[in-house]
């Protein structure tokens, strides 16, 4: 079950990125003994006596309530994974509403968590963060010194520019080294034919893409009835409207706008998962494994 304690606005004042996306990925593997992901990548091999260090995600909780001691499930070897994570650190990610955290540190948990839990899986990741160009481009690894590095420099790069999603997607699909899973993180608030193209570049070259889209309740449900100025993050523009007068049409926009994504991107064989950043941190992470089981 995914309770509250994984709200972002709680996991945002931890101690560190790093920190955070252990508490994430701890947070979720614990609850997933009863799960039908919980060994969702590998086939089980044997057990064997708990020892300190040991990773907890793979505590046999079965046999501790049998037993009342700690046994690890080993696994045998699997298939090395590549997974590409891209991420959208143009300026409309930098809205929160309400005190919420903003899309894009929303974005940097959920990226956060993704890294850890696939290199503490032995899979390879990368990590992009882009814009209307590219501004960090890691080649997949999977080794454990890569998972400072990835996170480090996701924490130290802030939002920037504007938003140019088709394109910028166009120029990474080409520098991708391998195949493998592309999962884009990102509002989409971008011009919807475009991003489709960007996509199906990715898909037309093997890749397989899953595509997790960030919006603040805000930008969802448009409350606070009254007189209120809006202001464009990427052009600067303001704009005065009476929330009461535009609300019910403003309320059919946004949901057409992410009904045809999710329309689009199924008829292209490619996953969109809508969160919003008051959600439990681990939905976009349960997506994931759902996706993963479902192709490896």
Avoid at 72 to 91: G, H, P, W
Avoid at 187 to 201: C, F, K, S, T, V
Wanted: net charge negative; proline share 3%; glycine share 6%.
């Amino acid at each position: 079950m995914v309770n509250h304690d994984f709200h972002p606005d709680e996991i945002i004042h931890l101690e560190n990125l790093r920190f955070q996306a252990k508490t994430i990925v701890e947070g979720l593997m614990l609850g997933m003994h009863a799960s039908p992901y919980h060994g969702f990548s590998v086939e089980f091999s044997q057990h064997r006596q708990y020892m300190p260090g040991d990773d907890i995600r793979h505590i046999d909780w079965q046999v501790y309530g049998k037993t009342n001691r700690y046994y690890i499930k080993q696994y045998e070897e699997e298939t090395n994974l590549n997974t590409y994570i891209l991420v959208d650190n143009s300026r409309s990610m930098a809205f929160s509403g309400d005190g919420h955290v903003s899309k894009y540190q929303y974005a940097q948990l959920v990226s956060a968590a993704l890294i850890w839990l696939l290199i503490h899986q032995n899979d390879a990741v990368g990590l992009a963060i882009f814009n209307e160009k590219i501004d960090v481009l890691y080649p997949p690894k999977s080794v454990n010194s890569y998972l400072n590095e990835l996170l480090v420099v996701l924490q130290n790069t802030p939002c920037s520019h504007q938003t140019h999603i088709g394109g910028t997607l166009h120029q990474i699909t080409e520098k991708l080294p391998r195949k493998g899973l592309v999962v884009l993180i990102s509002d989409l608030l971008d011009d919807d034919e475009a991003i489709m193209q960007g996509l199906n570049h990715l898909r037309y070259l093997g890749h397989d893409v899953m595509v997790i889209q960030l919006l603040d309740p805000d930008e969802w449900r448009l409350q606070h009835p009254g007189k209120r100025q809006f202001n464009d993050m990427e052009s600067g523009e303001n704009i005065k409207l009476d929330v009461r007068q535009i609300q019910d049409e403003y309320h059919k926009k946004i949901r057409a706008f992410t009904d045809n994504f999710n329309r689009l991107c199924g008829e292209n064989g490619i996953d969109h998962t809508l969160i919003l950043t008051d959600q439990d941190c681990r939905i976009a992470l349960i997506e994931f494994l759902r996706k993963r089981k479902r192709l490896y």
